[in-house]
């Protein structure tokens, strides 16, 4: 089983610029998370999808952000314009984290 | 509003000094609570979860039990290699809705 995989690890982007983050998730797992993790909110959730529709997005910060689940093994959390503010680690997680991915982390300058 | 605080903020052992980790939590309609282990550079990774108060849930050195208004990881005799940061969240809400994370306490034990 090879875990929940999510790209990119690192990405490093001009403020203004779209960031299109990734994540497979574990076969056979109908729900997925999206969270936010900075020193200063610690972790946020920011949407969930269950049979991929979109459930809760309520954590979602603003209409600059947006996600999508196309099929159940694959998802986005797209960010359009990208401001310095959104720089964080970005994780996705099967399941009520069990388990989350390693991240994407976004430094956005 | 559904919060989940943690205390302490962190906190330093020497290896072998047990001790344990606090999660308070007011929630309406507790579904589940969690705790996790996050590395640094690493996502979070589940060590329990707990459903009623006085439930009770071991695994190695660790062991959190959960109250009506909280809950505590116990960790006896540490080893440095228990050195992370330790988060706890609850599912919460009519349908399990909400689910919201605590800020963690750092722990670090020294050899």
């Known amino acids: 089983d090879a875990g929940v995989i999510q790209s990119p690890r690192h990405e490093v982007t001009e403020m203004g610029q779209e960031v299109t983050l990734r994540c497979k998730p574990i076969?056979?797992?109908?729900?997925l998370f999206w969270y936010r993790q900075t020193m200063m909110r610690g972790l946020e959730l920011l949407i969930y999808?269950?049979?991929?529709?979109?459930?809760?997005d309520s954590g979602m910060p603003e209409d600059r952000f947006s996600a999508k689940m196309p099929n159940a093994s694959f998802s986005t959390l797209k960010i359009q314009p990208s401001e310095p503010r959104d720089s964080a680690v970005y994780f996705c997680?099967?399941?009520?984290?069990?388990?989350f991915g390693e991240g994407s982390w976004l430094t956005v300058v | 509003e559904d919060q989940v605080t943690q205390s302490p903020e962190a906190l330093r052992l020497q290896e072998g000094e047990s001790s344990s980790l606090n999660c308070s939590y007011t929630?309406?309609?507790?579904?589940?609570l969690f705790w996790y282990r996050q590395d640094p550079g690493k996502g979070p990774e589940f060590l329990f979860t707990?459903?009623?108060a006085g439930e009770e849930k071991e695994k190695e050195r660790l062991k959190a039990t959960l109250t009506k208004k909280e809950s505590f990881l116990h960790i006896t005799a540490p080893k440095p290699e228990d050195s992370a940061t330790y988060l706890c969240?609850?599912?919460?809400?009519?349908?399990?809705?909400?689910?919201?994370f605590g800020p963690g306490t750092r722990l670090s034990v020294l050899p």
């Open positions: 969240a609850v599912q919460a809400g009519n349908y399990g809705q909400n689910f919201v």
């Open positions: 997680a099967s399941s009520f984290g069990r388990p």
């Open positions: 999808f269950n049979n991929n529709v979109p459930i809760d």
């Open positions: 076969s056979g797992h109908n729900s």
């Open positions: 929630v309406s309609g507790l579904r589940g």
């Open positions: 707990l459903y009623s």
